[in-house]
């Protein structure tokens, strides 16, 4: 079993920046590829970024991409999500995942105008 804890959403200003994490425990950290999710109201959950397990290797989708960077502290079982620029479309509850099957309480990030 795994257990996520997102932490670091709050509300900003467009432009702004916040920085997510993603504590993991109850499975081998180190050996499993980690995703970030978010879900807009009304809107299905989305895929936003993801990291493989060495780090070695990032994936995001394209309305991010240049403004939000995915990182990984293998001993400290945690991923980051570092976002800048921050956008109103940004808004949305954010969620680490290993499977898109085992999911946190999810961290709300608020972007105003």
């Known amino acids: 079993q795994v257990q996520l804890v997102e932490s670091g959403g709050g509300l900003v200003q467009a432009g702004g920046s916040l920085r997510l994490s993603c504590a993991a425990s109850?499975?081998?950290?180190?050996?499993?590829?980690m995703g970030w999710y978010r879900q807009a109201p009304g809107k299905e959950r989305e895929f936003v970024a993801a990291i493989s397990w060495s780090g070695n290797d990032t994936y995001y989708t394209d309305s991010v991409k240049g403004r939000f960077t995915i990182l990984r502290d293998n001993d400290k079982n945690t991923v980051y999500l570092q976002m800048n620029s921050l956008k109103v479309e940004d808004t949305a509850v954010y969620y680490c995942?290993?499977?898109?099957?085992?999911w946190g309480q999810g961290t709300q990030v608020t972007v105003s105008s």
């Open positions: 109850g499975r081998t950290f180190s050996m499993h590829d």
């Open positions: 995942t290993p499977d898109i099957v085992h």
